[in-house]
T-cell receptor
Framework: NAGVTQTPKFQVLKTGQSMTLQCAQDMNHNSMYWYRQDPGMGLRLIYYSASEGTTDKGEVPNGYNVSRLNKREFSLRLESAAPSQTSVYFC???????????FGAGTRLSVL | QKEVEQDPGPLSVPEGAIVSLNCTYSNSAFQYFMWYRQYSRKGPELLMYTYSSGNKEDGRFTAQVDKSSKYISLFIRDSQPSDSATYLCAMRKTGFQKLVFGTGTRLLVSP
């Protein structure tokens, strides 16, 4: 069972570079989420998508864009990376019944 | 002030001890409460899910919710070294999808 798959697992960027983090789920979930996790800050919601074709800002959306490509895939883009975006990024998905969120393994991003 | 407060630890206990992990919250509208376990360099995984007040037991784990005090707890009986991880509490309001997370408590169980 794959669940939620994130790519890449690790990435190092220079300030100003752009990149896209990919996320795919195979659980037929309607909702998908992007979080960042920083020491002492816990998990903070960047963007979420309640259903295919919709996206909404979370707690910390500045500097990020998202695309809900289809029901399975939800990507996060950094247009011009900054050192403050060094973090671990998690994608999650949830179904309708209990709205339990299932997480991917994370992407460790360093911006130099 | 954060909506959800959680002591970051670390909490160090010997194998076999009973562990108590706690979160407090300020928003009385929260109705769904969860505990996630996160091993080092892994994603969070759901451990316990409860609705409103009361207790829920699953093996060595018991989740307790006291809405009158805005306080939730996770008890781990007969703790094992494999329980060493960070434990995150999370909660949400009815009709809302977004979860609000605590910062996590790091637990270390020594053999």
């Amino acid at each position: 069972n794959a669940g939620v798959t994130q790519t890449p697992k690790f990435q190092v960027l220079k300030t100003g570079q752009s990149m896209t983090l990919q996320c795919a789920q195979d659980m037929n979930h309607n909702s998908m989420y992007w979080y960042r996790q920083d020491p002492g800050m816990g998990l903070r919601l960047i963007y979420y998508s309640a259903s295919e074709g919709t996206t909404d800002k979370g707690e910390v959306p500045n500097g990020y864009n998202v695309s809900r490509l289809n029901k399975r895939e939800f990507s996060l883009r950094l247009e011009s990376a900054a050192p403050s975006q060094t973090s671990v990024y998690f994608c999650a998905s949830s179904g309708i019944a209990k709205n339990i969120q299932y997480f991917g393994a994370g992407t460790r991003l360093s911006v130099l | 002030q954060k909506e959800v407060e959680q002591d970051p630890g670390p909490l160090s206990v010997p194998e076999g001890a009973i562990v108590s992990l706690n979160c407090t919250y300020s928003n009385s509208a929260f109705q769904y409460f969860m505990w996630y376990r996160q091993y080092s360099r892994k994603g969070p995984e759901l451990l316990m899910y409860t609705y409103s007040s009361g207790n829920k037991e699953d093996g060595r784990f018991t989740a307790q919710v006291d809405k009158s005090s805005k306080y939730i707890s996770l008890f781990i009986r007969d703790s094992q070294p494999s329980d060493s991880a960070t434990y995150l509490c999370a909660m949400r309001k009815t009709g809302f999808q977004k979860l609000v997370f605590g910062t996590g408590t790091r637990l270390l169980v020594s053999p």
